[in-house]
């Protein structure tokens, strides 16, 4: 699998965007970009991922240079609850997306 | 979604002891994995937990050390045998479901070895 380079750190005051980005500069054609959290002391939560498209749910949108080299996390109005780590992976989607590598993410703090 | 249970969610066992894990997904999922996170550390993939066969290691890992089953497609145990210290931390069952695209985890088991 490719590998991903994050900040190691980011503030964001809350009720503003958290911009959270990824350099993935290796990665190939089959992989896709996957996001995940992880709140202390509790398991890694999914939040989003794609290709090469930009996507949008209900947690976050991801932005996908044209390149694929990067990518943006955007959680558009952090709340404090969104205090977490953050964790970039490019996987292939169905062949061996479970093998996942969790580099060593941002821890995102969102502060009142 | 799948949701994912792990016991017992913590424990503090000697040194020299084994510990089993238990995980328990509520829908069939095709792939089931272990993980560990050491205190303060990501997440590093000890194996891929196979139906019925024997569990696939990554480097690093070996069966003797963390011996894993999974008698079903929902089911895995994984045991941290003859403990020690630095057996110390988390460790995280995940699952890949049919159709899914996405991990789910379970809360995990914090280990400490005395």
């Known amino acids: 699998d490719a590998k991903t380079t994050q900040p190691t750190s980011m503030d964001c005051a809350e009720g503003r965007a958290a911009n959270l980005p990824c350099n993935h500069s290796?990665?190939?054609?089959?992989?896709?970009v996957y996001w995940y959290r992880q709140i202390h002391s509790q398991g890694p939560q999914y939040i989003i991922h794609?290709?090469?498209n930009n996507e949008t749910n209900e947690m976050a949108s991801l932005i996908i240079t044209e390149d694929r080299k990067s990518s943006t996390l955007i959680l558009p109005h952090a709340t404090l609850r969104d205090t977490a780590v953050y964790y970039c992976?490019?996987?292939?989607?169905?062949?061996?997306?479970?093998?996942?590598?969790f580099g060593d993410g941002t821890t995102l703090t969102v502060k009142p | 979604s799948a949701v994912i249970s792990q016991k017992p969610s913590r424990d503090i066992c000697q040194r020299g002891t084994s510990l089993t894990i238990q995980c328990q997904v509520d829908?069939?999922?095709?792939?089931m994995f272990w993980y560990r996170q050491q205190p303060g550390q990501s997440l590093t993939l000890i194996a891929t937990?196979?139906?019925?066969?024997?569990?696939?290691?990554e480097s690093g890992f070996v069966i003797d050390k963390f011996p894993i089953s999974r008698p079903n497609l929902t089911f895995s145990t994984l045991t941290v045998s003859n403990m020690s210290p630095e057996d110390s931390s988390i460790y995280l069952c995940?699952?890949?479901?049919?159709?899914?695209?996405?991990?789910?985890f379970g809360s995990g088991t914090q280990l400490s070895v005395l």
């Open positions: 937990a196979n139906q019925g066969s024997e569990a696939t290691y």
């Open positions: 995940s699952a890949f479901g049919t159709g899914n695209e996405k991990l789910f």
């Open positions: 829908s069939q999922v095709t792939m």
């Open positions: 794609g290709l090469k």
């Open positions: 290796t990665i190939s054609g089959n992989e896709y």
């Open positions: 992976i490019v996987s292939p989607r169905k062949t061996n997306a479970g093998k996942s590598t």
